[in-house]
């Protein structure tokens, strides 16, 4: 398929050893399908990164933050070719694995887009804003970064294949105005036509390196009720 709306993991039966095929199953509304998850060895257990694959010129966005690095090191890890892009200023550059190229882009400089996806394979968008005070405060982030890169992936006579890291909050828009700006960039690449696209709604995520959920594991620590 050329689009593909995900929700969560497909898993594989030979994935899930000790446990019936049914056990792996999600319903089909929800499965990513695997010739799209197995193009993105890093998000997959290592037994996926085992499956036979051609390296990759990846491009990461994002690749600072705490699942970005994760990814850096995971698909470093499968033999792929790293490119992380970063805001022009960042303070967070140290947070760049080494073995992967570095560039400085402004998400609003479509020149600047089109010369990075030249010669892409993927492109994992992974840079979104989590806080802000309004719809307003939002849409830079989480909606135009996601219109300028399309424009810049479907400028090339062959697109690269696109991951969006959403969220699971865009499920459910009409909960907050985060919800509602990353609804709308899910459906900035659901319209995109000629383009190759798997969209990947985590809740929420944590484990080494991640601050966002650190106080609540403090305020679970201390004995306090939630």
């Given at each position: 398929t050329s689009a593909s709306a995900v929700k969560s993991i497909w898993y594989r039966p030979e994935l899930c050893p000790g446990h019936r095929p049914a056990s792996c199953r999600v319903p089909r509304r929800n499965r990513i399908f695997w010739p799209e998850l197995k193009a993105l060895a890093a998000i997959s257990p290592t037994r996926m990164a085992e499956q036979d694959h051609a390296p990759q010129r990846?491009?990461?966005?994002?690749?600072?933050?705490?699942?970005?690095?994760?990814?850096?090191?995971?698909?470093?890890?499968?033999?792929?070719?790293?490119?992380?892009?970063?805001?022009?200023?960042?303070s967070r550059r140290a947070n760049i694995f080494r073995g992967v190229e570095l560039r400085a882009i402004a998400f609003n400089d479509a020149t600047a887009l089109r010369q990075l996806?030249?010669?892409?394979?993927?492109?994992?968008?992974?840079?979104g804003a989590v806080r802000g005070r309004n719809l307003?405060?939002?849409?830079?982030?989480?909606?135009?970064?996601?219109?300028?890169?399309?424009s810049a992936a479907l400028a090339h006579k062959i697109a690269p294949r696109f991951i969006l890291i959403s969220s699971l909050a865009a499920s459910r828009p009409?909960?907050?105005?985060?919800?509602?700006?990353?609804h709308t960039g899910e459906q900035v690449l659901r319209n995109?036509?000629?383009?190759?696209?798997?969209?990947?709604?985590p809740p929420a995520v944590y484990g080494p390196g991640d601050t966002e959920m650190r106080p609540l594991f403090q305020s679970i620590r201390r004995g306090l009720a939630l």
């Open positions: 990846i491009v990461l966005t994002g690749a600072t933050g705490f699942i970005g690095t994760h990814l850096q090191h995971q698909l470093l890890a499968s033999g792929h070719e790293v490119v992380a892009v970063v805001r022009p200023g960042s996806l030249e010669n892409a394979d993927t492109v994992v968008h992974c840079a307003e405060s939002f849409r830079p982030a989480n909606i135009e970064a996601l219109e300028n890169l399309v009409q909960v907050s105005d985060y919800a509602l700006s990353k995109a036509e000629g383009l190759q696209w798997v969209i990947l709604r």
